[in-house]
């Protein structure tokens, strides 16, 4: 069974309720930006097609995307990517301005949509800085056959909801499920996203922080770690984790000479 969404105005999370808290390590180094995790997540969740229409009226929707920068001048010129996606942040500058509660913090440290109580006001889309939160501005279709391989356990969103990433909330829950009904804790790895799922050089993991011998705990551990926007205050649960520059000490210190 699904999570019940809370009543209006429930204070949510109440301490040592739930023992998972559901987080993500992205190694930048790792990254090719090949896209396997925006395909695989366009998959899974029911995300329509991009097409030119979408992108020349910037309504393009990708619940995880590759942002790609250039650093250096020509011939010398290096491709850096950044995959970004909702960061379900502990103290998220989302969920207070929403006036039907349609988000909430789970139990387990997610930052869920509830499509049915959503009207569309896109406050929480202007006040996520990470821009990753979607408008359906008209009714998601897809061209046949690819009707045929939506994915039964994933809402259809409807024009008028904003959506984003849910880090896989129906894998998590089937997991879930199963971790109750076998009564045997879940282990490292055994829930995947489809993005970490699909990634060929392995640069996205997904766990559990509560979990202190999980992979992403060992992950953020490393020198290297960072979180996007990390100032801002908002307690991302996404660590990222720097790009490996043999170059990058020369180079600073040709800058000081």
């Given at each position: 069974m699904a999570e019940v969404a809370p009543a209006p105005g429930t204070v949510q999370n109440p301490a040592g309720e739930e023992t998972h808290q559901w987080g993500m390590v992205i190694d930048i180094d790792r990254c090719t930006g090949c896209q396997a995790c925006v395909i695989a997540?366009?998959?899974?969740?029911?995300?329509?097609?991009?097409?030119?229409?979408?992108?020349?009226?910037?309504?393009?929707k990708e619940w995880i995307r590759i942002e790609r920068y250039w650093e250096g001048t020509f011939p010398n010129v290096k491709a850096r990517f950044l995959p970004v996606l909702c960061q379900h942040c502990q103290n998220a500058p989302c969920e207070p301005v929403c006036p039907v509660y349609a988000i909430y913090h789970s139990s387990d440290g997610l930052n869920v949509q509830v499509y049915n109580r959503c009207v569309g006001t896109r406050y929480c889309g202007n006040n996520c800085q990470w821009n990753v939160r979607f408008f359906n501005f008209s009714e998601n279709e897809w061209p046949?056959?690819?009707g045929s391989q939506l994915n039964?356990?994933?809402?259809?969103?409807?024009?008028?909801?904003?959506?984003?990433?849910?880090?896989?909330?129906?894998?998590?829950?089937?997991?879930?499920?199963?971790?109750?009904?076998?009564?045997?804790?879940?282990?490292?790895?055994?829930?995947?996203?489809?993005?970490?799922?699909?990634?060929?050089?392995?640069?996205?993991?997904?766990?559990?922080?509560?979990?202190?011998?999980?992979?992403i705990n060992r992950l953020a551990r490393d020198p290297r770690h960072y979180e996007l926007l990390g100032e801002l205050g908002a307690e991302p649960v996404v660590v990222y984790l720097k790009k490996v520059?043999?170059?990058?000490?020369?180079?600073?210190?040709?800058?000081?000479?």
């Open positions: 997540c366009q998959s899974e969740n029911n995300i329509p097609i991009n097409d030119e229409r979408s992108f020349v009226q910037h309504r393009a046949e056959p690819l039964p356990d994933v809402t259809v969103r409807t024009k008028g909801l904003i959506e984003k990433c849910t880090f896989c909330i129906h894998r998590i829950q089937r997991g879930k499920r199963t971790e109750k009904r076998n009564g045997q804790p879940l282990r490292d790895g055994d829930i995947q996203p489809a993005c970490a799922q699909a990634c060929p050089s392995d640069a996205i993991v997904f766990g559990d922080w509560k979990d202190s011998n999980s992979r520059d043999p170059n990058a000490v020369e180079t600073a210190a040709a800058q000081r000479h």
